[in-house]
């Protein structure tokens, strides 16, 4: 199971295909030189984020780096393309990939976004995934523009100038970290719910079980973030797919073998709480941070647009699904995550949990990575060099997770925040002005009406939804 990022971590490569390398260039551009050389996955993971933006030549499309504007043979760089065409993938394996990065951790709450917004607020999950769909594609258009673009910050760049890539890159980072935050509190809820009388008294310090399991789980991660090469999770970390979906057949079994069954409820529609349910449905789509890695990694990049409309309809089947069969099941009673409500004396509903539990596991550390490398890269080289100093800077990162999954323990008030601030950016408004900047002049009235009607929609969306996120997180404090 993955959280998105979007960042959910971008390592999404089922057939082991994508290591690091794949996962540092969402952020940094491709063909910048490494300060240093630890391991080849990591070569390309410590370039550089702010580069010169001095346009070369008549080209206004995009604003190249500085190792573009200096080289004199741009054969080079189609050079490095053809050998990465070497390891692409098929269809379906590009498939598998997409399903991968879209459906996560928001299939725990999809049940409890039908309690937020009521029935037809199924409507919304149906609509933002045919518009993100669409923006996806619009991506797409932007990477063919021009072979320079490689990746969503290199879009930002081309689109808006070093502005533009800064923008989209602190928009990255943000989800990234805010979703180690919600590793924490999803790991130390359901530790919770299999050991509810736990709690320690440490220095007359009481530590109620989310608190203590907080802590905990906080140690287990800290060493796996301290290697710069943590390709020896990359292949665990792809079992994302696997891990969806074996939750949600147990939700499925304890409804229908365990008999635990189905019982109508629930409105039509919940006006006042719809802007949550907009934040939950929107953070099941935020995949967008990863498409240029899909897009470039495909045998065929024109099946592209096609991968999207499959990847998406699998995913929307599988979050409509267990939503309506998780509220169907608890009614007004479900949490958060439905894995909480799930009766624990069951072997389906212990495997669903642990489940829950360990896959974020083996997600913390390559989501919280390209953060941490963005801060080495701060330091000057003599220091960026120590392996002391990385340590010291992944650890309090870490730790900084914990305090703030300590102070906002609220899984889906802080998700919907996540989906309706940050993938509204990711996954509707970024997609949409970049095309409108990339393809000025090339485009008819409709299509420049749609992208206007879309950043206007994810505006909207991202204002109230963040709004009454934030008021619930607040009332709940």
């Not at 905990?216 to 696997?242: C, D, E, K, Q």
């Amino acid at each position: 199971m993955k959280m998105k990022s979007s960042l959910t971590s971008p390592n999404v490569g089922f057939q082991g295909r994508w290591s690091l390398r794949g996962l540092s260039r969402l952020f940094w551009p491709s063909s910048h030189k490494t300060k240093t050389e630890p391991t080849p996955e990591m070569d390309s993971a410590l370039c550089k984020l702010l580069i010169p933006t001095d346009l070369e030549g008549d080209n206004p499309t995009l604003h190249r780096s500085a190792e573009d504007i200096q080289s004199k043979n741009f054969s080079q760089n189609l050079s490095h393309r053809d050998k990465v065409q070497s390891h692409q993938s098929s269809f379906p394996q590009a498939v598998v990939n997409g399903i991968n990065v879209l459906c996560g951790v928001g299939l725990l709450t999809t049940p409890y976004a039908i309690k937020e917004g009521g029935w037809l607020g199924l409507l919304l999950l149906f609509s933002l995934g045919i518009i993100s769909c669409y923006t996806g594609i619009l991506l797409k258009q932007c990477l063919e523009s021009t072979p320079e673009i490689q990746t969503y910050p290199d879009i930002g760049q081309a689109a808006f100038g070093i502005i533009g890539r800064l923008s989209v890159a602190i928009v990255l980072y943000v989800e990234l970290y805010a979703c180690c935050v919600e590793y924490i509190t999803l790991m130390s809820d359901n530790m919770s719910s299999l050991f509810p009388n736990a709690h320690m008294n440490l220095v007359g310090l009481y530590l109620n079980p989310h608190q203590l399991f907080s802590i905990m789980t906080t140690i287990v991660v800290l060493p796996t973030v301290w290697p710069r090469n943590l390709s020896f999770l990359s292949y665990l970390s792809a079992g994302g797919v696997i891990a969806s979906l074996l939750v949600a057949v147990c939700l499925l079994w304890v409804g229908v073998v365990d008999r635990v069954g189905f019982h109508q409820s629930g409105t039509a529609l919940d006006l006042a709480n719809v802007p949550v349910a907009i934040g939950l449905y929107g953070f099941c789509y935020s995949g967008h941070a990863v498409f240029p890695n899909i897009y470039s990694s495909m045998k065929k990049p024109s099946q592209f647009p096609a991968v999207l409309i499959v990847s998406f309809t699998i995913c929307w089947v599988l979050y409509s699904g267990v939503g309506v069969a998780g509220y169907l099941m608890f009614g007004e009673s479900i949490q958060s995550q439905f894995s909480l409500n799930l009766p624990q004396q069951l072997l389906a509903s212990k495997t669903a949990v642990w489940t829950t539990v360990v896959n974020p596991l083996t997600k913390y550390a390559l989501t919280i990575n390209p953060v941490a490398l963005s801060l080495e890269e701060l330091l000057p080289s003599s220091q960026a060099k120590s392996y002391y100093i990385s340590i010291l800077i992944r650890t309090l990162l870490v730790l900084s997770t914990l305090v703030v999954a300590l102070t906002f323990p609220f899984f889906g008030f802080v998700m919907a925040l996540m989906g309706s601030l940050l993938t509204m950016l990711i996954a509707l408004i970024l997609p949409s002005a970049c095309y409108l900047s990339i393809m000025r002049g090339r485009l008819s009235w409709f299509q420049v009406s749609v992208c206007i009607l879309i950043i206007l929609l994810g505006a909207m969306f991202a204002v109230i939804g963040s709004y009454s996120a934030i008021k619930r997180i607040a009332e709940n404090m």
